[in-house]
């Protein structure tokens, strides 16, 4: 069993699933070596296997309904102390979880971080709703007492480049050498291949989809008018599926559409904002126009495909999302943020709790001393400095989690609560 947060550990043995297309969790294995523990790794499938070339291999090639006892089995046998992986809601993970939970075993998920561009978060116990991580504005302003502001410059670069040859290195083998797992089925929306090629289209017209935004943003940015900012995330996030009441980011633009055309001030526009690393498969240009038109919003209505979104948001007389950690960037900027999903930043003070359709007039503006709190409390408890495709990023990143896992100090201090205080939307919350 685990130690208590905070004390230094015995040797531990650290069981890894899933990671990022990454050497990260490797590297994390590398450095919890160094410091005297022991770690494990289960591939489910020949992606997982191209990015844990170490030792402490075991390969799982059966159907996920034998998974559970498999798993459950390996953290007996191995006597595991830590599971560490990425992407919680995964099947497979889902199980593994429940039998780490069921034996007393630590769960470390490991994430993009809340802050941007170069922040990796690891979170003792889970995200969405299953963080520890404190929601009540009165904890986070009491722990966050004395926290230093962290530093937000970008320390570690990251391209388009690593991050699709890090892509490819992990799905090209689970296409064409599927039959070493033949049962595993990915959890993505899209196949492998499908995305190349949607993303190949878009390399081509990069230069055009950047000409067409900035002339958009100059024009809608720089005018009298008051604009809203709805930023999309990757159709394929599963923050979307698991942490909100949408299966598809489709049915989330309908309702803001809809809602912003019955009760936003008939001046005001929206922008709709495209992921940088969006596939290109579905035509959100035509999806939304078609909204828009069906609504008698299409002059107000605007899509973009590029541009500094920091820019946008700064400017905006609002955010509405998802989930999507651009909320985070209006909360720093002051600026309104409407939350229709479960995000660890939805904490009362901070976003706004009312109903969307008062949103657009009656945008409820955050509070500066909670917004900076919670920056503090979650750059000091729950990130480390790094990235998933840099070499320098990812060494930074791999050494400061190995760090905080070797000496017990995942959310420390003050960045958990004993139970989760936040709950799996279940319900239509806007």
């Known amino acids: 069993m685990t130690a208590e947060a905070g004390e230094a550990t015995q040797r531990q043995t650290f069981l890894f699933l899933q990671g990022p297309s990454s050497p990260l969790f490797a590297?994390?294995?590398?450095n919890l070596e160094r410091l005297g523990h022991r770690c494990i790794r289960i591939n489910l499938c020949a992606g997982d296997w191209v990015f844990w070339r170490r030792a402490g291999a075991i390969n799982y090639?059966?159907?996920?309904?034998?998974?559970?006892?498999?798993?459950?089995a390996i953290m007996d046998r191995e006597r595991v102390t830590g599971l560490v992986l990425l992407g919680e809601e995964r099947p497979h993970h889902l199980d593994a979880i429940a039998a780490a939970k069921a034996r007393g075993i630590a769960v470390y998920a490991v994430e993009m971080g809340y802050l941007r561009p170069d922040w990796i978060r690891i979170e003792r116990g889970g995200s969405g709703h299953h963080s520890h991580f404190p929601a009540n504005p009165a904890t986070i302003l009491s722990a966050a007492a004395g926290l230093p502001e962290p530093d937000l410059r970008a320390h570690y670069s990251q391209?388009?480049?690593?991050?699709?040859?890090?892509?490819?290195?992990?799905?090209?083998?689970?296409?064409?050498a599927w039959f070493f797992y033949p049962h595993y089925r990915w959890h993505a929306i899209f196949h492998p291949l499908a995305e190349y090629y949607g993303w190949i289209g878009r390399?081509?017209?990069?230069?055009?989809?950047?000409?067409?935004?900035?002339?958009?943003?100059?024009?809608?940015?720089?005018?009298?008018?008051?604009?809203?900012?709805?930023p999309l995330q990757l159709e394929t996030d599963y923050q979307i599926r698991s942490y909100s009441v949408f299966r598809s980011q489709r049915t989330a633009i309908k309702l803001v559409i809809s809602s912003f055309?019955?009760?936003?001030?008939?001046?005001?526009?929206?922008?709709?904002?495209?992921?940088p690393l969006d596939n290109g498969l579905i035509k959100w240009p035509h999806e939304i126009k078609v909204h828009a038109q069906r609504h008698g919003v299409a002059d107000r209505v605007h899509f973009i495909d590029g541009g500094n979104l920091n820019r946008m948001i700064a400017h905006s007389a609002g955010v509405v999302t998802i989930n999507s950690?651009?909320?985070?960037?209006g909360l720093q900027h002051g600026i309104p943020v409407k939350t229709l999903g479960l995000a660890i930043y939805d904490v009362p003070g901070m976003t706004d709790d009312q109903p969307l359709d008062r949103f657009w007039r009656e945008a409820k503006t955050p509070d500066a001393k909670l917004v900076s709190a919670f920056v503090r409390l979650?750059?000091?408890?729950?990130h480390v400095r790094g990235n998933f495709y840099s070499e320098s990023g990812v060494n930074a990143g791999a050494a400061s989690i190995a760090e905080r896992l070797h000496e017990n100090t995942v959310?420390?201090?003050?960045?958990?609560?004993?139970?989760?205080?936040?709950?799996?939307?279940?319900?239509?919350?806007?």
């Open 159 to 176: 391209t388009f480049l690593s991050d699709a040859v890090f892509d490819l290195m992990f799905n090209l083998p689970n296409v064409f």
């Open 27 to 30: 590297r994390i294995g590398d």
């Open 261 to 275: 055309a019955d009760n936003a001030d008939p001046n005001a526009r929206l922008l709709i904002k495209v992921h």
């Open 325 to 329: 950690t651009a909320g985070m960037v």
């Open 61 to 72: 090639r059966g159907r996920l309904d034998r998974w559970p006892a498999f798993v459950a």
């Open 378 to 382: 979650i750059a000091a408890t729950v």
């Open 203 to 230: 390399l081509l017209s990069g230069k055009r989809r950047a000409k067409e935004a900035e002339a958009t943003i100059a024009k809608v940015v720089n005018g009298s008018a008051p604009y809203f900012v709805m």
């Open 411 to 430: 959310n420390q201090p003050g960045g958990f609560v004993d139970e989760p205080q936040r709950r799996r939307p279940d319900k239509d919350n806007f």
